[in-house]
């Protein structure tokens, strides 16, 4: 599996006319920050130039980079990107034709027009857009903004758990999406949808409250019966078919983490989401075919496909507009990234995510 290497990427982009933001936390975290898609591209712990988040291999070269942002097709840099939900309502524009063949990125949100501002606590990223809502057929006016902070190592006072070297690197996340129109009201049911895009044949790990059987999307019908299991309080799933796979777990199960496992070069990997979930909120993104059924915050998606090989770890944060009389959220999360021993990696997983996992 090749490795993105910082600063590989950043002569590349800048080849091709994408160019990018460096930020350095308090403890030596670097983010490679790409305006173009608002994405966080690589998470980099410090004196390590080895990326935890997948990239596409249109960057490796660039020649390759080059055809790629030139294309017409839908643009996927990698990293962690920010969406909106739901999908059924903004990615088909020939709602109520569901077919797969008509999905389309609406290009005003991904790439979309990303300014980048220094404020006294660092980069910050805004997007102002307009979209429709095709099952809805209301037109919403919106501003997203994204920055950047430190998120300290948790594991820092644990000295009883007896780690030995293990690479750390960790951020928050600062967003927030509001709705423009003068009458938020008129605006289409809107909420933020984060993904993050890690290397593929991985496990990922959603603890839960109580036993839940996640929502399959699409896909996991032809794969290994091991691929998804359900246990009382934990899910897990092996990223490593061919083909595109989804699942969807409800709020009121979800504990607000989310992790996910990877072999690199002989040491192992975890990327932890640590983010706010709120059961009484209006979680609005649905299954395609099932436009009634809402409530799901934490979801992931298996891609091997033709927009790449990884593994996608995603949530939703309540929606604002229609009958919400919202016309605001804000959304702070963290992204925690380990990589050690396969011992030391264990460790951290039972102890940040569930003792469950063997």
Not at 216 to 223: A, M, R, V, W
């Amino acid at each position: 599996m090749p490795k993105r290497m910082l600063q590989k990427l950043i002569t590349t982009l800048n080849a091709v006319g994408k160019p990018t933001e460096l930020y350095e936390t308090e403890d030596g975290t670097r983010l490679l920050i790409l305006p173009h898609g608002g994405r966080i591209l690589g998470v980099f712990a410090p004196g390590s130039e080895e990326n935890f988040l997948w990239t596409n291999s249109a960057l490796d070269s660039v020649e390759s980079a080059r055809t790629f942002y030139a294309s017409n097709d839908w643009q996927n840099s990698g990293g962690d990107r920010t969406w909106l939900a739901p999908e059924l309502d903004f990615f088909f524009p020939a709602f109520p034709n569901i077919d797969i063949a008509g999905y389309w990125q609406p290009r005003a949100l991904d790439p979309g027009n990303y300014a980048v501002t220094q404020t006294r606590h660092g980069i910050q990223l805004i997007n102002r857009l307009s979209i429709r809502g095709f099952r809805s057929n209301k037109q919403a006016d919106l501003e997203i903004k994204k920055s950047v902070s430190s998120a300290h190592n948790p594991l820092r006072h644990e000295a009883a758990l007896q780690l030995s070297t293990v690479e750390y690197a960790g951020h928050t996340l600062h967003a927030s999406l509001e709705i423009l129109n003068s009458n938020s009201n008129d605006a289409p049911l809107v909420g933020l949808w984060s993904l993050t895009q890690m290397p593929h044949l991985g496990e990922l790990f959603v603890p839960t409250y109580f036993r839940n059987e996640p929502k399959i999307y699409f896909g996991l019908t032809d794969t290994p019966a091991d691929e998804l299991k359900v246990e009382d309080h934990l899910i897990r799933f092996k990223m490593r078919a061919a083909g595109e796979h989804k699942i969807g777990v409800r709020a009121i199960a979800t504990t607000g983490r989310i992790g996910y496992t990877y072999p690199t070069a002989g040491k192992q990997a975890l990327i932890i989401r640590n983010f706010c979930v709120n059961p009484s909120g209006e979680y609005a993104d649905v299954p395609w075919t099932e436009p009634e059924d809402k409530g799901y915050t934490a979801q992931a998606c298996s891609v091997n496909s033709k927009w790449g090989m990884f593994s996608e770890l995603e949530y939703h944060v309540p929606a604002i507009g229609g009958e919400t009389g919202m016309s605001l959220i804000e959304d702070r999360s963290q992204l925690w990234a380990f990589r050690g021993s396969n011992q030391d990696i264990k460790k951290i997983t039972k102890v940040l995510l569930s003792d469950a996992i063997a």
